[in-house]
């Protein structure tokens, strides 16, 4: 690792308690030392020195409480190229410090052992970008970096790589979709809707769940995305459906309560999404399609957009919640026959008539 501030006092340190020619069983003993600034030195230090001896124990420092005392265990056990740390090494790419899955990318590259195929290609995944360069990186050291750059270069919207991942699905190399799969829930929609339409490529029946739920996307590109995946996987009819009802399409709608008839109500949850959409219109077209749906887990979501700041939200909130006849809306629905507009006083009344009360 470069050089910096925390670096700096640490190596100074490691001076200071090690000397000049460290012996190997010292170094071992400062594993255990109550500061993790000297555990941290004494792994470098082993990890320099390449004696098998400190194996096991830099394996132990793997568990440590310390993230950098993990992320030096890693380093050095990739230094020391031992096969022992392979599956030591694995574990630690689900740590929940990014550096320690870094240096444990970089471990297994180094090492060489087939073992670490198959959860690497899975950080390729990662949320964070220097992860999931070094387990491309440590992918092209195993024999698998057209898999790798492809993957990555996907998600940068590369059309050549693109193409590969093409190319790998015709192949029967489908090893990638979890990955990108993850991919579907990350920060940036740009990564989002490049996730999408590298899962399209694949035709792997795992990705259509997560599809769906990119549907209820609150960026409008990745929803047209999902929806173009989900064609390609033979979900369209249901993926326009949802997008034409969330335009306010009264045809899609239509789809949308012929599906339920179907027994398919997985367009609930991307529809639930949208509730909470800043454009008043969509939130709207979401209460409305819910309730062509009729299914009991949109009451609750429902209920909330009884309080809507606008009129219309409100007002379909009301219709939407009689026609799923749930006697939980009775009370919200109530309370909004006292409502200051007319229209959400007369939708509430007849949802109320619909669930059997009369006002």
């Known amino acids: 690792m470069a050089e910096d501030d925390f670096e700096r006092p640490l190596r100074q340190r490691a001076d200071g308690a090690f000397g000049d020619a460290p012996a190997v069983e010292p170094l071992i003993q400062r594993l255990g030392d109550s500061e993790a600034i000297v555990r941290t030195a004494a792994c470098r230090a082993l990890g320099a020195l390449g004696d098998a001896r400190a194996v096991e124990p830099l394996i132990q420092r793997l568990g440590d409480s310390a993230s950098y005392v993990r992320a030096a265990a890693c380093e050095a056990l990739g230094a020391l190229g031992d096969a022992r740390a392979v599956e030591p090494l694995i574990q630690r790419l689900g740590d929940a410090f990014w550096l320690v899955r870094k240096e444990a990318c970089q471990a297994l590259g180094g090492l060489g052992d087939a073992r670490a195929v198959g959860p690497l290609i899975q950080r390729l995944g990662d949320s964070d970008s220097d992860v999931r360069a070094a387990a491309c990186e440590a992918l092209t050291q195993l024999g698998e970096g057209r898999l790798g750059r492809a993957v990555i270069g996907a998600l940068q919207n590369d059309a050549g790589a ?13 090893r990638v979709v979890e990955p990108l799969i993850q991919w579907l829930g990350d920060s940036k929609a740009i990564v989002r809707k ?11 029946a795992r990705a259509v769940a997560p599809l769906i739920r990119r549907l209820g996307d609150s960026d409008s590109d990745v929803r047209a995305a999902a929806c173009e995946a989900l ?5 369209g009819r249901l993926a326009r459906a949802v997008i034409g009802a969330l335009q306010n399409d009264a045809g899609a709608r239509s789809t ?21 959409d800043s454009p008043s219109d969509v939130r709207k077209a979401a209460c409305e399609a819910l309730g062509a749906l009729a299914d009991a887990r949109a009451v609750a979501p429902l209920i909330e957009r009884l309080g809507d700041w606008n009129t219309d939200v409100r007002a379909a909130a009301c219709r939407a919640l009689g ?5 939980r809306a009775v009370a919200p629905l109530i309370e909004r026959l006292g409502d200051s507009k007319p229209i959400v006083r007369e939708a509430a009344r007849n949802a109320l008539t619909r669930l059997g009360y009369a006002p």
């Not at 949308?256 to 909470?276: F, H, I, M, S, Y």
């Not at 026609?323 to 006697?327: E, H, I, K, N, P």
Request: a negative charge.
């Open 323 to 327: 026609a799923l006849g749930d006697a």
């Open 162 to 174: 693109r193409s590969t991942l093409k190319q790998l699905a015709a192949e029967g190399d489908l």
């Open 194 to 204: 490049a996730a999408c339409e590298a899962l399209g490529e694949f035709g792997d």
């Open 256 to 276: 949308l309560k012929q599906l339920a008839a179907e027994g398919d109500l997985r367009a609930v949850g991307p529809l639930t999404q949208r509730l909470g």
């Open 231 to 235: 064609t390609q996987l033979g979900e």
